[in-house]
């Protein structure tokens, strides 16, 4: 074992560090999931198009305001703008036009009717993006790297996937757990959460507070996506990627739970992580087996309590 | 406590004869399938009474709140609430009108403490929602304080609602209500639940606050002890209708009602009939 952790400490390093980043992101994505969740009582498979929109849009934007000389610095403006109108045009609008209309059907209907919205989404996005891979690493680049010691060896990483991106995902959870449990608006929407209809018998405006939360949470899965923007070539396809590792989040973590989600987000993002530097052929599998293997043993999820949290 | 000896009689206004009625129903009919629900419901509450509904289960008591509260819509018939038609209103709206209610199952929210919940009472009330102001901001908490206080639930403020006891849970629940300030409130069963032991402590507490406060109450009930010390009148319902209706200590010992509501063979003697009903509350 000794030996095998000598001969492999550069490759684990790597893997732990490209973990880290990779768990912000899904973390991202899975906490918007899940607060929506809680709120509509619809899982949306449509999140990930958010994700995906959100990226693309984030990438655009750079990319425009560097044709436009704006200076480099910018293109971290372009990423919270561009998550921020993708939260703010999408969301009510996917909220409105369809989701209001499930509400309370059956789960299939409401599954089948956010997969289809996923996929009309799909296809929006290669109308306006096409299929060709689309990239601006600027954000990423600007930054530049640091050596990060692990053992005998240097791993040089960059700060922007280091810092930023776990920087983003704790102060998102910090603030989430801030506002859901402190503020009045967060009050609510857990009221809403534990009980709609007495929250409405209360004179809670439910509708308000619903597209409120689902704003919100498309809103965390664009930033998820724009944030992914600088590291990666955005091509067709990312969305579904992203939505199926937030659903095993979700599900291993227990639906509702804040911190749960960012536990085993570094859970399920450090597996996948370390079987892509060590055992590839089981990259797409091991987020999977971690999930089965949870719900096999509880199936409430890690951290979940049996039908009393939601949020 | 007054001559009539009810619990809390010292501050209520007692219902107002001969002045407009608070809640009005006329000719409510609902049936789901072929069960009627409400078959020509009319029924008149008027200003500080406390009006019990007692039937059956299945008579329509229940549908009879939701009916009145917006959750459900009658197939036919008007419902009217300080004069004004309120058929057609949501729940929020009617909510906003003046008209509480509190479930059968206590509606608390689970995952905040009791001050939370009578707190979020008074900000839906004052229908303010700044994104980032926290709820339990000091004017607020001290009013939520003093509503928990009136109903002996102060001690427990700091305590997460699904700690409480199930007479603590329908008190809480009830105060929540109050703390939206209702004119007019209905409740379904508000002593379901509770131990035998506390049963009478609730109801006082309740009554006692309910009074003070001026809040006229609709309750469906099925211990007719707590009906005989604490309604006014009392509507007995039975098949989506209003069989009975008057004062529990005439309505309480109608034969029909002794028989088929509270399930004892009325004692042996003259035929009592059923009581007359009173003109212009129904």
Redesign the interface.
């Given at each position: 074992m000794a030996d095998w952790l000598a001969d492999n400490t550069l490759l684990l390093g790597l893997a732990l560090l490209d973990g880290l980043a990779y768990a912000a992101l899904v973390f991202m994505v899975a906490v918007g999931l899940n607060l929506v969740f809680g709120v509509l009582r619809i899982v949306n498979v449509a999140h990930g198009s958010l994700f995906a929109i959100g990226a693309y849009s984030a990438a655009s934007l750079g990319l425009a305001f560097a044709s436009a000389g704006l200076p480099p610095w910018a293109g971290y403006a372009a990423l919270v703008l561009a998550a921020a109108l993708v939260g703010a045009v999408l969301g009510p609008l996917v909220e409105r036009l369809v989701l209001r209309r499930i509400y309370g059907q059956e789960e299939v209907l409401q599954l089948l009717v956010t997969f289809a919205l996923f996929m009309i989404l799909e296809d929006v996005q290669k109308l306006i993006w096409g299929v060709q891979p689309v990239s601006q690493d600027l954000p990423m680049k600007l930054l530049g790297t640091v050596d990060v010691p692990f053992g005998d060896d240097v791993i040089p990483f960059t700060i922007y996937q280091l810092f930023v991106l776990p920087g983003v995902a704790l102060a998102t959870l910090i603030g989430l757990a801030w506002?859901l449990r402190?503020?009045?608006?967060?009050?609510?929407i857990?009221?809403v959460?534990?009980?709609k209809?007495?929250?409405?018998?209360?004179?809670?405006?439910a509708a308000?507070v619903t597209l409120l939360t689902f704003t919100f949470g498309a809103a965390l899965a664009a930033l998820g996506g724009a944030l992914a923007s600088p590291t990666t070539s955005l091509v067709p396809g990312i969305g579904a990627q992203t939505i199926v590792l937030s659903f095993a989040v979700v599900a291993t973590a227990g639906l509702g739970q804040i911190e749960g989600a960012a536990l085993t987000s570094l859970l399920i993002g450090l597996g996948r992580s370390v079987a892509v530097y060590f055992a590839p052929e089981f990259e797409v599998v091991v987020p999977y087996i971690i999930m089965v293997a949870v719900l096999l043993v509880r199936p409430q999820g890690l951290f979940g309590v049996l039908e009393?949290?939601?949020? | 406590m007054s001559a009539s000896g009810r619990p809390g009689d010292e501050a209520v206004d007692r219902p107002r004869q001969g002045t407009a009625p608070l809640l009005s129903a006329r000719g409510l009919r609902l049936a789901f399938g072929g069960v009627k629900a409400a078959d020509g419901i009319d029924l008149d509450v008027m200003p500080g009474e406390f009006l019990a509904i007692i039937g059956p289960n299945g008579a329509g008591k229940t549908t009879f709140i939701n009916m009145t509260?917006g959750y459900l819509r009658p197939q036919a018939g008007s419902i009217s609430y300080d004069g004004q038609p309120i058929l057609g209103l949501s729940?929020?709206a009617i909510?906003?009108r003046g008209i509480?209610?509190s479930?059968q199952l206590p509606?608390?929210?689970?995952?905040?403490t009791v001050l939370?919940n009578a707190a979020?009472?008074i900000?839906?009330?004052a229908g303010?929602?700044?994104?980032?102001?926290?709820?339990l901001?000091p004017a607020w908490r001290t009013e939520a304080m003093a509503v928990l206080d009136r109903f002996g639930l102060a001690p427990l403020a700091g305590q997460r609602a699904?700690a409480l006891n199930e007479g603590a849970r329908k008190l809480a629940d009830i105060a929540?209500a109050v703390a939206?300030q209702p004119r007019l409130l209905l409740m379904d069963e508000p002593t379901s639940g509770v131990a035998a032991a506390e049963k009478m402590g609730v109801v006082e507490t309740l009554v006692r606050v309910l009074r003070e406060a001026k809040v006229t109450a609709v309750f469906v009930e099925h211990d007719m002890e707590v009906v005989e010390r604490f309604a006014d009148r009392v509507a007995v319902w039975s098949q989506g209708r209003i069989a009975a209706l008057g004062p529990p200590a005439t309505v309480l010992k109608d034969p029909a009602v002794l028989r088929d509501v509270i399930g004892i063979e009325p004692p042996t003697g003259p035929p009592a009939g059923l009581p007359a009903r009173e003109s212009g509350h129904a």
């Open positions: 506002f402190r503020t009045l608006t967060g009050r609510v857990v009221a959460t534990t009980d209809e007495a929250a409405m018998a209360m004179g809670i405006d308000r009393t949290r939601r949020v | 509260t729940p929020r909510v906003a509480g209610r479930f509606q608390l929210f689970t995952e905040h939370e979020l009472a900000a839906a009330r303010l929602w700044s994104p980032l102001a926290p709820l901001r699904d929540m939206l």
